[in-house]
C-alpha cells in the first residue's frame, strides 16, 4: 500500500432528485446539495484510465469540457485533467502498455475490465484535523504523502490536500457546456462496503440521509433506495450494487451544475453527442460507453 501511495503522491500532491424519504429514516430535503454538514472534506477528482488519450481528450472536448493539459510521467502515466476552480473534476490518465510500477500495473488491471473511473480523490484542506477525526473514529490508514485507508473494501478512496494548482489558468476552467462545478459522485456498494463508507464520511461530519433514487432513465421501477452524504462541495450518493453486475468498479457518474442547461444541450447537439433526459425535470445525462466508463449527469436545478 505504501508503493502505490508513494506512486499516487507524486500525481497527485505535485441524476437525480431524491423523491421520497424512507420510513423511519431522517427526511432528505428537496435537494440533498442543501443538507446542513460540517463536513472537513469536499469532492476532488476522478482519476479515471482510458486506453486511448487523446481519443479520450477528444470526447471530453466535444463534450464541452475544457482541458488542462497534463505530463508525461516517469514510470509512462500520460493525463489531462477537466477541472474547476475548486479542485475538483476528472483526470484522464492512459498508463503504458507494459507496466513500469505498482502503480500502472494497477492501471492496467483496470484496463481489463473497460475503461472508467479508477479511484476518487476526496480533499481535506486541514490535513491534521483529517487525522484527528480519522483517529478518534479509530479508522486506520496510512500516510506516506498521501493518506490512503488501510480498509481494503475503501481502497478506491485516497486523500489529498490540494488539487488546485499554480498553474490552473482560467481557461482550464471555461467549459462552453456551462459547466461550473462537480457537485456530486455516485457510487455502487455492496453492504459491507457501504456500511464502512457511511463509518467513515460520518467521521468526517458528512451529513446523512436516506433516499429513493432512480438508478437508471426516468422510469419509477428503477428506483432504489441510497444513501445520499453531503459534503463540503457537493454529494456521494451511494446505491445498492446488483448481484448481478459485471463491473468491478465502484464509482459510476458524476454531476455537474450547469448555467444554461440549452446552452449545454447546443454543445451536444452540434458534437453529435448522444445524451437523453435524466430523472430531475432539468438535467440530462450522458451514457457510459459516450464518456468512457462513467455516466455524467448536467443539472441545472440549483
Known amino acids: 500500500m505504501k508503493t502505490r501511495a508513494a506512486m499516487f503522491a507524486a500525481l497527485a500532491w505535485c441524476a437525480l432528485s431524491c423523491a421520497r424519504a424512507h420510513a423511519g429514516d431522517p427526511p432528505l430535503a428537496a435537494d440533498s446539495r442543501q ?48 477541472k474547476f476552480e475548486d479542485g475538483s473534476g476528472i483526470e484522464l490518465i492512459a498508463p503504458p502498455n507494459e507496466a513500469t510500477d505498482d502503480l500502472t500495473r494497477e492501471y492496467l488491471e483496470h484496463l ?20 484527528a477525526a480519522l483517529n478518534a473514529a479509530g479508522i486506520a490508514f496510512e500516510d506516506d504523502g498521501l493518506l490512503t485507508l488501510s480498509d481494503p473494501r475503501l481502497r478506491f478512496l485516497f486523500f489529498v490536500r490540494e488539487n488546485r494548482s499554480p498553474t490552473d489558468r482560467p481557461e482550464h476552467f471555461a467549459h462552453s457546456n456551462s459547466a461550473g462545478a462537480m457537485t456530486g459522485v455516485w457510487l455502487a456498494l455492496d453492504a459491507p462496503s457501504n456500511a464502512a463508507l457511511k463509518r467513515l464520511l460520518l467521521a468526517l461530519g458528512a451529513g446523512h440521509a436516506r433516499a429513493s433514487v432512480s438508478v437508471s432513465g426516468t422510469m419509477r421501477e428503477n428506483e432504489v433506495m441510497a444513501d445520499v452524504f453531503r459534503v463540503s462541495n457537493g454529494r456521494i450518493v451511494v446505491v445498492p450494487k446488483r448481484a448481478d453486475a459485471n463491473d468491478t468498479r465502484p464509482i459510476v457518474g458524476a454531476e455537474f451544475q450547469v448555467r ?40 441545472a436545478e440549483h
Open 35 to 82: 443538507m446542513p454538514t460540517q463536513a472537513i472534506v469536499g469532492l476532488d477528482h476522478i482519476p479515471t484510465v482510458v486506453s486511448d488519450l487523446e481519443r479520450a481528450q477528444d470526447t471530453y472536448r466535444r463534450l464541452g469540457f475544457a482541458l488542462k493539459p497534463g505530463r508525461a510521467h516517469a514510470n509512462g502515466l500520460r493525463n489531462a485533467h477537466v
Open 260 to 299: 444554461s442547461l440549452a446552452e449545454t444541450k447546443r454543445v451536444l447537439r452540434a458534437s453529435e453527442m448522444r445524451f437523453e433526459r435524466a430523472d430531475r425535470r432539468r438535467a440530462i445525462r450522458v451514457a457510459p460507453d459516450v464518456a468512457h466508463g462513467l455516466w455524467l449527469e448536467f443539472d
Open 112 to 131: 481489463k475490465h473497460g475503461e472508467g473511473p479508477a479511484y476518487l480523490s476526496l480533499h481535506a484542506r486541514d490535513k491534521t484535523a483529517l487525522i
